[in-house]
């Protein structure tokens, strides 16, 4: 008698071979539907929203998009373009060289949620769609209908798991879950981006100054929006923009352009940075870029700790507050205890010698340290010297720091005769106090950039990546642990310091309450760390993009009141969930969170 046996099937996906969207609409009318309703979302700004100014930015202008209009004109105009490239109309291809249907969806989908943003924005403001004229309801209809034939275009539906009759209900709803989940993720999915025309150098220059020149109109507009609805538009727009452009692999091409001639690229973003001030017709929002580029530089300086040394440093806005109150010191204040007054450039360089010297004493006793024992001490570190110098007021301790009134009545530099107080003309522009501070950080900022990336392409560079990666390999393989991490340290502690003597001229007050581990108020610990890490660890635009936008965004949440901080937050948890290398990623990490993308030729000795 035999047994005859079968071995058990074992669970294989199944392939569907659907290639459709996930609205059932035929994929020619589909791609009419969302090219048409782009175009008519541009014909839209064009006519009135409302009847009444009352709305901010008064839409009521026949013939004149304003305000939130413009925004939506812009996302009209890229669904439309997107989707007349993806006709394949000559003229248009090099728009999309990774595709152009993820880039359409993205894009409609930007002027839709823009522009019924705006609808709803003026129902809840005046009292009901009554309030509407009939751009209102056109643009309303066009952005529907643009999303509807985006969302209809076709793609490669994932592989579903066939499911277990035993699995619980829990089980089954999770399973349903992730295959939604990796449907929407291939819903946006773009293709491969096909290999770019050779260009002269000249033409690819030209290419990364238009990039630029981009760059400094959106944060021009940006830091210049006059009321919270608009900034909100900005932000949608701005966000499904770049989302778009990213798919359609326009970001790749000018990242690889800037990665081949990266003289060229510092150069010009600096240039163009230094004009923003010559762009504002006052000093005020001189004021916030002189606060962003303090942030940034300081931000910037720990990435050269935590980027590419690996080191978790939760207390280094101490640094900052050692440099600023080193400068006060030393700046002729009433209020300094030492009656002494000393040329920038000698308080400059004092201030970071003091900062490395801090950083010296702190790292070489506890750089031995790990992982969270190390960030637990410099945590400590950070609180210690916020409530010394509270201390340092003449009753509790020496009277150095003049305790919690901190030190006041700091004058404003005077470099060669060139008062940064009083207002100047430049080629017939006229800057004012922020203005003057604006160029002199752009200045030190330079000067921080031009030292991360020395020491990032050097041999110890290389080290911080060794002892990143993998610090017991790096000992085995003969580095000095010890020596590479506290020069790391020390160098951070200098960046920092070297900016905190801008930073006291520019508030003409040094307290410690301006140094505190988390504050709704950037500079501080926590802010400079999600800086780091919302920019992109280990380059050099990561950390002073995501300073940029951790000051600038709460700064315009205030209208949110009690729950400025909760929108914050939210929205920074998406974003590392979503894109947790960052949003100018180093390209190794890149490659560690998405193990499915192409690697890259040739990476840089830092891992760029």
Request: proline fraction near 5%; hydrophobic fraction near 50%; avoid cysteine.
């Amino acid at each position: 008698m035999t047994t005859q046996t079968t071995a058990p099937e074992t669970p294989r996906k199944v392939d569907t071979g659907k290639h459709a969207g996930l609205i059932g609409i035929p994929p020619q009318l589909a791609r009419a539907l969302a090219t048409g309703g782009g175009a008519l979302t541009v014909v839209s700004t064009f006519l009135a929203w409302t009847w009444t100014s009352e709305f901010p930015g008064d839409l009521t202008v026949y013939g004149y998009p304003g305000g939130l209009q413009v925004l939506v004109l812009i996302g009209g105009a890229l669904t439309a373009l997107f989707g007349l490239a993806s006709y394949g109309v000559k003229g248009l291809r090099w728009l999309t060289p990774a595709g152009a249907d993820s880039a359409l969806k993205l894009s409609a989908l930007g002027a839709f949620a823009t522009a019924w943003y705006t609808v709803l924005a003026i129902s809840f403001q005046l009292g009901g769609l009554i309030n509407l004229e009939p751009g209102g309801w056109v643009v309303t209809i066009a952005t529907l209908t643009a999303v509807l034939g985006a969302l209809a275009l076709p793609f490669d539906w994932p592989a579903s798991e066939p499911g277990d009759p035993e699995d619980t209900v829990l089980e089954q709803i999770g399973q349903q879950l992730r295959h939604l989940g990796a449907v929407l993720k291939a819903t946006f999915a773009s293709g491969t981006a096909t290999p770019a025309r050779k260009l002269p150098a000249y033409a690819e220059i030209l290419l990364i100054v238009a990039a630029l020149a981009l760059g400094l109109t959106v944060f021009t507009y940006g830091i210049g929006t006059e009321y919270d609805e608009l900034f909100v538009g900005f932000l949608i727009t701005a966000g499904f923009g770049f989302a778009a452009a990213a798919k359609a692999g326009l970001v790749g091409r000018v990242s690889a352009l800037t990665a081949k001639h990266r003289n060229v690229t510092m150069i010009g973003a600096f240039v163009a940075a230094a004009a923003f001030p010559f762009t504002q017709s006052d000093d005020q929002y001189a004021t916030i870029g002189v606060y962003i580029l303090i942030f940034a530089t300081v931000a910037l300086g720990l990435n050269i700790v935590v980027g590419l040394a690996g080191l978790l440093d939760l207390g280094y806005v101490a640094f900052l507050g050692v440099g600023a109150y080193t400068a006060a010191m030393v700046s002729g204040s009433p209020s300094s205890p030492f009656d002494i007054q000393l040329p920038f450039w000698a308080s400059a360089l004092l201030g970071a010698a003091v900062a490395m010297v801090f950083g010296v004493i702190i790292g070489a006793p506890t750089l031995r340290l790990r992982g969270d024992y190390l960030a637990i001490v410099t945590l400590g570190f950070g609180e210690i010297f916020r409530i010394t110098v509270l201390n340092m007021d003449g009753t509790s301790g020496p009277d150095i720091t003049n305790g919690s009134n901190g030190i006041s009545s700091i004058p404003n530099l005077n470099i060669l005769g060139f008062d940064f107080g009083a207002e100047h003309t430049i080629a017939g522009f006229t800057i004012a106090r922020f203005a003057n501070y604006f160029l002199l950080m752009l200045l030190i900022t330079l000067v921080v950039v031009v030292v991360f990336r020395r020491s990032s392409d050097s041999r110890i560079g290389r080290a911080w990546v060794a002892i990143r990666e993998d610090e017991t390999a790096a000992l085995a393989m003969g580095i000095n642990g010890f020596r590479v991490k506290l020069i790391a340290f020390a160098l951070g502690a200098a960046l920092a310091g070297l900016a905190g003597t801008v930073q006291a001229h520019v508030t003409y007050t040094v307290t410690p309450e301006q140094y505190q581990f988390a504050h709704v108020v950037p500079p501080n610990s926590a802010f400079l760390l999600a800086a780091v890490v919302l920019g992109g660890m280990g380059t050099i635009s990561g950390p002073l993009v995501g300073a940029a936008l951790l000051y600038l965004i709460p700064a315009k949440l205030q209208f949110l009141g009690d729950f400025q901080l909760f929108a914050f937050g939210l929205a920074l948890v998406l974003l590392m969930r979503f894109r947790p290398e960052g949003l100018i990623p180093n390209r190794r990490r890149q490659l560690e969170f998405h193990e499915d993308t192409e690697a890259p030729t040739v990476l840089s000795k830092a891992g760029a």
